[in-house]
Nanobody, 117 residues
Framework: QVQLVESGGGLVQAGGSLRLSCVAS????????MGWYRQAPGKQRELVAA???????NYADSVKGRFTISRDNAKNMVYLQMNSLKPEDTAVYYC???????????WGQGTQVTVSS
């Protein structure tokens, strides 16, 4: 089993920045990709950004140029730097992990990000 623990959420004004962190523990051998999803009230959970163990990244169109995902394989951590935040970025952000050719099977408990206008 893999455990994921997020930190770094909070309340910020529009235009501000936040950095989310996620540490993975447990049976992490073979974890290929880590990522961040978010879910706003009344909306489906959506992928925000993901990064493979080799450093390949992908982003939702809505956050390109504003958010940056990074990973420290030695520390089993993944980060999401969020700049130029908008009220529509308000959501619960979840850290997720997956093995190669598998679904996103592992999830953190989520951290709230609230952006005020």
């Amino acid at each position: 089993q893999v455990q994921l623990v997020e930190s770094g959420g909070g309340l910020v004004q529009a235009g501000g920045s936040l950095r989310l962190s996620c540490v993975a523990s447990g049976s992490i051998a073979g974890i290929n990709a880590m990522g961040w999803y978010r879910q706003a009230p009344g909306k489906q959970r959506e992928l925000v950004a993901a990064i493979t163990s080799g450093g390949t990244t992908n982003y939702a169109d809505s956050v390109k140029g504003r958010f940056t995902i990074s990973r420290d394989n030695a520390k089993n951590m993944v980060y999401l730097q969020m700049n130029s935040l908008k009220p529509e970025d308000t959501a619960v952000y979840y850290c997720a992990a997956k093995r190669l050719l598998r679904h996103w099977d592992y999830w953190g408990q989520g951290t709230q990000v609230t952006v005020s206008s």
